[in-house]
């Protein structure tokens, strides 16, 4: 070994993230503007950093989900990256499918498309792919 | 020496890169742009083989 780093996963390619969807047989719905959602903030959440009440259900690309009413709606940020927005109330059928509040099916499945996308750029090529117990996804990537 | 990288996608999605076969600071220099493309470095540990010379190549006059 020469060095061991740990990266907190940013959702930052579209690329990447059409990658994700596609591997998870989602729907990325390039270019629309709203995602399904409960329609009214009630309160009992806090509204995810820098949105307003009147941002919610707004977006700039959208993920559907097969077997969820809601959606997940992807926004830009001014300083670069995207939000992720989408409801966990558990009727609208998403916060099973991703997995959690924290959506680590969704940031898994990016971050894997993301971290082969960058490599591949770099001349690696994957030699092994193992998935762990505990739901860890190992890649073996060898400098071709 | 064969260089590997090693990517580890964790159950809640952060990553852990592990590189291989490297010697020096040149794990370092391969993986920085992808480890900021992937997103914000928590942290880096270096290994045993960090503190060692890149190999370099001679020329040998026959």
Known sequence: MSHVSTIATEVNDLAALKEACSAQGWEFREGQTSYRWFGRFVGDTPLPAGARVEDLGRCDHAIRVPGATYEVGIRARSAGGYDLLWDYFAPGGLVGKLGGQGAPVLKRAYAEAKAKRELARRGYRQTRRELCADGTVRLVMVKR | ?62
């Not at chain 2, 076969?21 to 270096?46: I, M, N, P």
Request: charged residues 45%.
């Open chain 2, 1 to 62: 020496m064969t260089k590997e990288i090693v990517v580890e996608i964790g159950p809640e999605g952060d990553v852990r890169f592990e590189t291989r076969g490297f010697r020096g600071a040149e794990c370092e220099a391969e993986t920085r742009d992808v480890e900021r493309a992937l997103g914000r470095v928590t942290r880096t540990q270096r290994t045993r083989e960090y503190g060692q010379r890149p190999e370099q190549k001679r020329e040998v006059k026959a």
